[in-house]
């Protein structure tokens, strides 16, 4: 089975910002995944090189593989993933309505352009979608006019439209109500449930899915700690990553942060 990703002593730079230097990581499939660290940490920078926002630097001792191969038509590559991210929904087309943000999916576009085309299929795949998440509603509706949750709703949507392998959740509830925060969630862990495999990046401890198996801590840009669940997610090894005194509680497999 190939991996989902896998960073061989590579560098990265954002402008003229060196964010990663001489990094390896690998991400297995089969392996749901949660990665956490402070504002900064560059959590964001790792989904965005999966994503193919961003590339490495060449050099000949480093390597960057996703889904096995060195290269990808980015299309094509997107076509695999489901992304949701803060990011994605600040620069989606405000004007799109409903139904077009779910459809955009096929496409991994920012709104739906005159060269695409939707048949039947498409569009029945969209409902089911839309259905699956309660938002059919609402289909008729402009991106802009739909309050936090509902946007979130219709991007989780776009990112599911196409039935992807792998979902890249960045922040994924953050600004969502604890009902559309936990609805939310059981989606995602019914989605684990038939097989997808989930790369998730989150500040909220509590909203992690049991079924997260692996925890990656990442702090000023490096890996940390990184291993099972129930050894990395620690009062002790928390407390370092955040340089504070964090007690972390653990309740039917779910995890809660406190001040330590
Ligand atoms: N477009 C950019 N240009 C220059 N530097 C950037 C850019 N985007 C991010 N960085 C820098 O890269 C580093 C990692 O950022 P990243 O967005 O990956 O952090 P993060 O872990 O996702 O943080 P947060 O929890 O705040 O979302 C930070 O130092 C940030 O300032
Ligand atoms: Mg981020």
Redesign the pocket.
């Known amino acids: 089975m190939q991996n989902i990703i896998e960073l061989q002593n590579i560098t990265v730079f954002?402008?003229?910002?060196k964010?990663f230097d001489n990094f390896s990581l690998t991400l297995e499939r089969g392996q749901n995944t949660v990665i956490l660290?402070?504002?900064?940490?560059?959590?964001?920078?790792?989904?965005?090189l999966l994503n193919r926002e961003l590339y490495i630097v060449a050099n000949e001792n480093s390597s960057i593989k996703i889904f096995g191969k060195d290269h990808w038509n980015v299309q094509e590559l997107r076509a695999h993933l489901g992304v949701v991210s803060?990011h994605l929904q600040s620069n989606y087309s405000n004007s799109a309505l409903g139904l077009y943000v779910v459809l955009s999916g096929f496409y991994a576009s920012d709104g739906i352009w005159q060269h695409q085309s939707f048949d039947n299929e498409h569009l029945e795949l969209a409902y089911q979608t839309m259905k699956l998440l309660d938002i059919e509603g609402l289909q008729s509706r402009q991106f802009s006019t739909m309050s936090t949750g509902e946007q979130r709703k219709f991007l989780l949507a776009r990112a599911l439209v196409h039935n992807p392998e792998v979902l890249v959740l960045?922040?994924p509830t953050s600004g969502l109500d604890l009902r559309t925060c936990f609805q939310y969630l059981e989606i995602i862990q019914d989605l684990i449930s038939m097989g997808k495999n989930v790369i998730l990046?989150t500040?909220h401890i509590h909203e992690i899915p049991p079924e997260i198996n692996r925890v990656i801590l990442?702090k000023e840009?490096k890996v940390v700690n990184d291993g099972d669940k129930a050894k990395i997610l620690t009062s002790k090894t928390l407390s370092s990553l955040f340089d504070r005194p964090i007690k972390i509680v653990e309740e039917n497999g779910y995890y809660q942060a406190l001040p330590g």
């Open positions: 954002q402008q003229r910002n964010i660290g402070p504002n900064g940490a560059g959590k964001t920078t790792l989904l965005k803060h960045d922040e990046v500040h990442l840009c």
